[in-house]
């Protein structure tokens, strides 16, 4: 069974990623890309859908990690009652082949090493056929199946049984052996043996020249650092595609149904990205990103889609996997996600405030790139007023959801201040008037004068989380009565222990069964509205708490079980990274 979620750690080559555990296995990998098969699927099911083991093989008296500073470079320290060994877990960057590569070195005593390596592909469907042969000088074992190849290297190569490669052997003081697993397309010849050091150096020297820029004058500096590099890692480095998470289908709710597919690029979660990068200072990122969203959007404004995949591909079946008995036995076990197909009418205003703010950080937009926003704005301007199925994919009836609205009248805005502040050319009559009569129908539909409240939607008296969003985005000042009311109101509804709730899911309004625990993005979005209010101790002191809730190396989640002290959904969550760094700029 795997771990809890929070006993996870991800390294990455900015290609894709890999979960590995406090126990020396690593449970999830895709490759060679972020939306590729899983060929380690353990997370989802047991050690015969595939992982990579490298731990003591005696009784584990004590385990630490740490990331080495700066980089994502995970270093796990295992202390038995004989000795003491520490595993370093990279993939090093490389735009030509994806690499593992996992080292021990004892560093006293003796320690005995189990090694067990288990390659499925089809996320844990298919066992590859394996030998073992000499290639460079060097006996090697190689997994093929389909278009997969994968290359085991090392100075001690496990042996195949049942399925199993595995091993066990010493180590004492000072003894250091370095493991790789390289992926290649299988008609490929096995590729030459990497140098590990000099990749591990130049690895260690580019994380640490991106962390060296993150901001120090905000609150946790280390853990927004740290969120930073997470982002980073989360960014496809070649086609510029920002993933929501590099997992699929880690529940929200433990042995329930809400298990979805985050390893694609939502235009409002890489939107989100972009914003908190900008904020921190990453102003040259913006340009990679509106690179991939000129390619990936290109053609038709009516053919928008919410996400794409990491190369703006535009299909995404969902697709469930019976074979993966899911993670705390979560199933279905879902691969690609139905939302794509979806009317979220808040997703350009998220859109065009990345723009506008890459606009404020200097970047000079090209005739094709404001085109583009053009024509997405008076596409919008055509059906502004359909309902939609709103931020939180709700797959109940669409509804005229608040924060959409109010994300409808953002698009508008931004493309108003583009024209006035930037000198672009385009239909400001017309974006004025519209946006004008959106900001009155939602002061007039969407907020409950009894209630003291904006509302979840236009036919309810709920609220939602993403109410929070009204000051944040300009709509009304922080400390307006009516922001002030919606504040104290989600607040009061949605509270779970302290944290909060996206909405209640009792009403029904998502059409799915079963619960959710505390959203983390949202209990950030909180210390931002907080702030903004002009609240800022009961801001600072949430924000202390949230920040306690990462887990060893600073990884946060989609979710938190506050009950069980555990976390809960797809891991780690760009989401909930990426509105800890808004919030602490909130509270710069």
Same mark, same amino acid.
């Given at each position: 069974?795997?771990?809890?979620?929070?006993?996870?750690?991800?390294?990455?080559?900015?290609?894709?990623?890999?979960?590995?555990?406090?126990?020396?296995?690593?449970?999830?990998?895709?490759?060679?890309?972020?939306?590729?098969?899983?060929?380690?699927?353990?997370?989802?099911?047991?050690?015969?859908?595939?992982?990579?083991?490298?731990?003591?093989?005696?009784?584990?008296?004590?385990?630490?990690?740490?990331?080495?500073?700066?980089?994502?470079?995970?270093?796990?320290?295992?202390?038995?009652?004989?000795?003491?060994?520490?595993?370093?877990?990279?993939?090093?960057?490389?735009?030509?082949? $994806?690499?593992?590569?996992?080292?021990?070195?004892?560093?006293?005593?003796?320690?005995?090493?189990?090694?067990?390596?288990?390659?499925?592909?089809?996320?844990?469907?298919?066992?590859?056929?394996?030998?073992?042969?000499?290639?460079?000088?060097?006996?090697?074992?190689?997994?093929?199946?389909?278009?997969?190849?994968?290359?085991?290297?090392?100075?001690?190569?496990?042996?195949?049984?049942?399925?199993?490669?595995?091993?066990?052997?010493?180590?004492?003081?000072?003894?250091?052996?370095?493991?790789?697993?390289?992926?290649?397309?299988?008609?490929?010849?096995?590729?030459?043996?990497?140098?590990?050091?000099?990749?591990?150096?130049?690895?260690?020297?580019?994380?640490?020249?991106?962390?060296?820029?993150?901001?120090?004058?905000?609150?946790?500096?280390?853990?927004?650092?740290?969120?930073?590099?997470?982002?980073?890692?989360?960014?496809?480095?070649?086609?510029?595609?920002?993933?929501?998470?590099?997992?699929?289908?880690?529940?929200?709710?433990?042995?329930?149904?809400?298990?979805?597919?985050?390893?694609?690029?939502?235009?409002?979660?890489?939107?989100?990205?972009?914003?908190?990068?900008?904020?921190?200072?990453?102003?040259?990122?913006?340009?990679?990103?509106?690179?991939?969203?000129?390619?990936?959007?290109?053609?038709?404004?009516?053919?928008?889609?919410?996400?794409?995949?990491?190369?703006?591909?535009?299909?995404?079946?969902?697709?469930?996997?019976?074979?993966?008995?899911?993670?705390?036995?979560?199933?279905?076990?879902?691969?690609?996600?139905?939302?794509?197909?979806?009317?979220?009418?808040?997703?350009?205003?998220?859109?065009?405030?990345?723009?506008?703010?890459?606009?404020?950080?200097?970047?000079?937009?090209?005739?094709?790139?404001?085109?583009?926003?053009?024509?997405?704005?008076?596409?919008?301007?055509?059906?502004?007023?359909?309902?939609?199925?709103?931020?939180?994919?709700?797959?109940?009836?669409?509804?005229?959801?608040?924060?959409?609205?109010?994300?409808?009248?953002?698009?508008?805005?931004?493309?108003?201040?583009?024209?006035?502040?930037?000198?672009?050319?385009?239909?400001?009559?017309?974006?004025?008037?519209?946006?004008?009569?959106?900001?009155?129908? @939602?002061?007039?539909?969407?907020?409950?004068?009894?209630?003291?409240?904006?509302?979840?939607?236009?036919?309810?008296?709920?609220?939602?989380?993403?109410?929070?969003? @009204?000051?944040?985005?300009?709509?009304?000042?922080?400390?307006?009565?009516?922001?002030?009311?919606? @504040?104290?109101?989600?607040? $009061?509804?949605?509270?779970?222990?302290?944290?909060?709730?996206?909405?209640?899911?009792?009403?029904?309004?998502?059409?799915?069964?079963?619960?959710?625990?505390?959203?983390?993005?949202?209990?950030?979005?909180?210390?931002?509205?907080?702030?903004?209010?002009?609240?800022?101790?009961?801001?600072? $002191?949430?924000?202390?708490?949230?920040?306690?809730?990462?887990?060893?190396?600073?990884?946060?989640?989609?979710?938190?079980?506050?009950?069980?002290?555990?976390?809960?959904?797809?891991?780690?969550? $760009?989401?909930?990274?990426?509105?800890?760094?808004?919030?602490?700029?909130?509270?710069?």
């Amino acid at each position: 069974m795997a771990l809890p979620i929070e006993d996870y750690a991800l390294i990455g080559d900015r290609g894709t990623a890999a979960l590995v555990g406090k126990d020396g296995s690593i449970d999830w990998l895709c490759l060679p890309r972020f939306d590729s098969p899983a060929c380690f699927a353990a997370l989802l099911g047991t050690e015969e859908h595939g992982r990579w083991l490298l731990a003591p093989a005696d009784e584990v008296v004590s385990t630490s990690r740490r990331y080495v500073d700066g980089t994502a470079l995970l270093e796990t320290t295992f202390t038995t009652s004989t000795g003491e060994v520490v595993l370093l877990d990279v993939m090093p960057t490389n735009d030509s082949r $994806a690499d593992v590569v996992r080292r021990l070195t004892c560093t006293r005593g003796s320690v005995r090493i189990r090694h067990d390596w288990v390659v499925r592909t089809d996320y844990g469907r298919v066992r590859p056929w394996v030998s073992r042969e000499r290639a460079h000088g060097h006996e090697v074992v190689v997994a093929v199946a389909g278009p997969d190849k994968f290359v085991l290297r090392g100075p001690r190569l496990p042996h195949g049984h049942g399925g199993h490669h595995s091993d066990e052997f010493d180590l004492s003081e000072g003894d250091e052996l370095t493991f790789s697993t390289t992926w290649v397309q299988s008609w490929r010849d096995v590729p030459e043996p990497m140098g590990f050091d000099e990749r591990i150096d130049a690895t260690t020297d580019q994380q640490r020249a991106w962390s060296a820029r993150s901001p120090e004058d905000v609150p946790h500096a280390d853990q927004v650092r740290r969120s930073l590099l997470t982002l980073l890692l989360m960014t496809h480095a070649e086609t510029g595609g920002i993933v929501a998470a590099p997992t699929t289908s880690l529940p929200e709710d433990f042995g329930g149904e809400r298990n979805w597919d985050y390893r694609f690029c939502w235009l409002r979660d890489a939107a989100l990205t972009l914003e908190s990068l900008l904020g921190a200072g990453y102003d040259e990122e913006a340009l990679e990103w509106r690179r991939w969203l000129l390619r990936a959007v290109a053609g038709d404004p009516a053919d928008l889609q919410i996400m794409y995949t990491v190369d703006g591909g535009r299909q995404l079946p969902e697709l469930e996997l019976p074979h993966l008995p899911g993670y705390a036995g979560s199933t279905p076990v879902r691969i690609g996600n139905g939302a794509v197909s979806q009317r979220q009418n808040d997703v350009l205003g998220e859109v065009m405030i990345a723009l506008e703010l890459a606009r404020e950080a200097g970047l000079t937009e090209t005739r094709n790139s404001w085109s583009l926003q053009r024509a997405l704005v008076d596409e919008l301007a055509e059906h502004w007023d359909e309902p939609d199925n709103g931020l939180w994919e709700i797959r109940g009836p669409q509804r005229h959801f608040t924060h959409s609205r109010l994300m409808v009248w953002v698009a508008f805005d931004r493309g108003v201040k583009a024209i006035e502040e930037h000198g672009l050319e385009g239909p400001l009559e017309r974006w004025r008037d519209l946006r004008d009569r959106v900001r009155e129908e @939602i002061l007039d539909k969407g907020y409950d004068v009894e209630r003291g409240t904006f509302t979840q939607h236009y036919d309810t008296s709920e609220v939602d989380a993403a109410l929070l969003n @009204i000051p944040l985005v300009g709509f009304l000042p922080g400390d307006d009565p009516r922001v002030l009311g919606t @504040i104290d109101a989600v607040m $009061a509804d949605l509270d779970a222990d302290g944290l909060l709730l996206r909405y209640r899911t009792e009403t029904g309004v998502d059409g799915l069964s079963g619960d959710e625990h505390p959203f983390l993005a949202c209990s950030f979005w909180l210390v931002s509205a907080l702030a903004a209010a002009g609240r800022r101790d009961e801001a600072g $002191a949430l924000m202390d708490r949230l920040c306690g809730l990462t887990n060893d190396v600073g990884l946060l989640s989609e979710e938190y079980d506050a009950d069980h002290g555990r976390m809960a959904g797809n891991f780690p969550q $760009a989401f909930s990274h990426l509105a800890l760094v808004q919030a602490a700029l909130a509270l710069r």
